[in-house]
């Protein structure tokens, strides 16, 4: 850029142009800058503190329900997380082994520094990606697009997009009873002064809140008292491309809270500012704090308590389980009343956190703000709470924000193929009234949607857009190859009525055969595994352990399966009848009042979508697919 850059008020000296800035070196600002540098983008990322990048201010874990599918999703589109996550883990363990593979969902406990470590070595080392540790305190836009940003020390940098993913620093404000002042997460500095010029630029702002429980010393733990929870023996790494699964280091723990906890929090509940209402922003339903828990489920005599070992290379554990903004006396005084904590050190006070986000209808399902153009929003700044769900929008602003630059089609990934599609489309068609954790029920293809297939549903969009290399998606292809080979294989094997055959059903307790049967109709009898019927199958070629999973599964549900894909065909035919981003619902006669209002603010991009506002009804939707018919009959 050599034409003579005018520096806006307040700024001292030109930084320099980038193609994509990155404000904000959190889960979402991450993948935000390692997806747009990677696509060719010359990317910068500002932190408030850079040995805070990919900071875990909650539990030191990757993955769980739903998180854990999402993970592996990010992964299998090109994205860091799921690679990171297994090179620092300390425990691994595959959740809801007991139910279908729908909700399988893996978690690690994380060595919290290693993984901040890693994740900002990657950062260091990732070309066109440039890492600075400032303040973004000024967002600069001009007829609708983004211009720029100023940084604390009054350097300014033009950028052709804007990627904000600020977290819970944006106005934070640190709650812990009576006592509350401006901060960020574990002591780091808030950032108060970008929020004035969002709001300058047009940029609506809500309050939300979070929390989270103490850390205490190990040594002043006795865990003879409480439940020890090991790893699994097996271990599933998150990265398809992991290929040393690694080892469980630690174990966590099992305790409970007891009817003497639930009293010290209800003779002073009065001290609470969540119900003394001193706290403004809106907190999560799903990760509740231990007074909310006491009150809200007062039935329920104890509350489980899981105590985390933080880091190899450190005596802090967190207390899962434990969130709360109660004043400090009385959070030692109810850690003191649960078994093994009796005499508990408390080395960092739990803590409620208000920070400034955004409605996330004002984007459009690439992430980029209806209002400016350039200007994308990700993580927790959108309305969600989780690593996970931050990673995974940061993913697809990153993404878009390059492909935008290079011209191209934008990533919008359908809730039919991915968690990460469910987490956008319900963001930016629902919204959101408080942080916004993603579950698997709030997925309607849950069982196609697993964990173990994100490669098979993502990996050709990976490598696609460019983020997954030529050699990955070669690998990729000879995986699912053996596995559809695999599969037609096994429907075509007719097993005999043969006396070994014989004596092998009834030596697994199952129901004999008179005729053949296909060996894949064995393998769909619940008694029998795909490893099992091994013995009755000596032309079989060596599948890894993924493919054998994937095989076994396929076979197994193929009914349920071929249900869902044919509610996807249903939901795709919706999906595929676009609308004009610019269409005037005005004019369209028929639709209720309701229904023209929030279809002119969604803006949405398919009839599908549409039909996903609330307050937008069936009846409004044929009106819609009605003017569409008759505009191709005018056209
Ligand atoms: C106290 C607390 C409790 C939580 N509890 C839970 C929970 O129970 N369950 C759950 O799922 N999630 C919880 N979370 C949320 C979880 O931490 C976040 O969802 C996740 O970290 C969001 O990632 P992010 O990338 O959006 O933002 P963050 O991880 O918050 O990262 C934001 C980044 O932006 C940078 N930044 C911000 N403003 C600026 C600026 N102006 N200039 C430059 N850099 C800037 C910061 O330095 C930081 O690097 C909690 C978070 C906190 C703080």
Redesign the pocket.
Known sequence: MNETITLPEGAVYYGGHYDVVV???????CEAALASSRLGMQTIL????LD??A?????PSIGGTAKGHLVREIDALGGEMGRVADQTFLQSRILNRGKGPAVYSLRVQSDRRAYQAAMKHVLEQTDNLDVKQ????KLHVKDGHVEGVTIHTGAYYTASCVIL??????KGRIIIGDVSYSG??DG?FP?N??SESLLDCGVQLRRFK???PARVNRKSIDFSKMEEQLGDEVITPFSFETKDPGVNKVSCHLTYTNAQTHQVIRDNLHRSPLYGGKIEGIG?RY?PSIEDKVVRFADKERHQVFIEPMGENTEEMYVQGM?SSLPEDVQLAMLRTISGLENVKMMRTA?A?EYDCIDPTSLLPTLEFKQIRGLYG????NG????E??AAQ?LVAGVNAALKLQGKEPLVLDRSGSYIGTLVDDLVTKGTPEPY?MMTSRSEYRLLLRQDNADLRLTPIGYKIGLISAERYERFLQKKAAIEEEISRLQGIVVPPSDTVLEFLKNHGSATITTGIRMSDLLKRPEFTYEMLAELDAERPHLTPTEAEQVEIQIKYEGYINRQLRQVEAFRRMEDKLLDENLDYDKIDGLRIEARQKLAKIKPRSVGQASRISGVSPADISVLLIYLEQQKLHH
């Open positions: 404000i904000g070196g959190g889960h979402a600002g500002f932190a408030i503190n805070t990048i900071n875990m201010p909650c539990n400032a303040e973004v305190t993913a600020t977290g819970t620093f944006l960020g997460p780091l950032a002064s970008l979070t929390g989270t999560p990760c969130s803590y956190i990700a993580g927790q700044f969600s709470s989780g690593y769900e931050a940061g954790r």
